[in-house]
């Protein structure tokens, strides 16, 4: 019940950017979004707080009032109300309590800073918080349970030969490059190999790849050094891979 991975990704804060709201970020945070107040899920989730107050759990309850601006103002009010009606007034701006804030006097990275820190976001547009818990009950579709089997030993049917260019500049008889030197050709028969690895790295600033004429390689994040995903082997005699890619035909 926490924020999607997209959400996660975009936060630039740590704990310290809760502490301007008075809020230590030492315990767990109930991060709940109301919009109209009609919905019973704020009485749910202060009733939710003071039972765990009662049993000594700390929690921070943090509501949002996601009401258009220019109506912020009466639904903060009745949020203040029902706090009072409910006997938690006390635990109000408290280091252990009950935070009110309005989101129209959010920055951005404040909101993805709350739904990033808050361990469970519940949200007035998707009902109560028996309808929040039920949702955690529905299994996602999985696919049926993977046979493995080993391929044929011949290919019942052989890959035609592509085409070799005849032009390729500088060819050695394993490939050469091609007429306007942007590409380098390699050409090989069935069983043949380039007598070292022939590495291709492809990759942008946040992702990266590489793969040799034999299709093994590895992938990383940012950093090839730092961030591997997958191993890489670096032996130039064996080109042991470090990933392998299985495609499943449903």
Known sequence: MRAAPHILAQNEKGQSGLWAFGISGDFPILLLRV???ESPLLREALQAFLYWRSHHVTVNLVILNDQDTGYALDLHNAILRKIRLMGAEASLNQRDGIFVLRTDQLQQANKILFETIAGVILDEKNGT???H???LTIQPTRLPKFTASLSPTIDPEPTASLTLSTDLQME???GGFSPDGREYIIHLKPGQNTPQPWVNVIAN???GF???ESGSGC???ENS????????RNDPVTDMPGEALYLRDE
């Open 210 to 212: 590489l793969v040799s």
């Open 205 to 207: 600033p946040q992702f």
């Open 172 to 174: 050695n008889g394993l």
């Open 129 to 131: 918080l028996a309808e």
């Open 219 to 221: 992938t990383w994040a």
């Open 225 to 232: 050094g730092e961030n591997r995903l997958t191993p890489w």
């Open 35 to 37: 919009r109209d107040g």
């Open 133 to 135: 818990a039920q949702r």
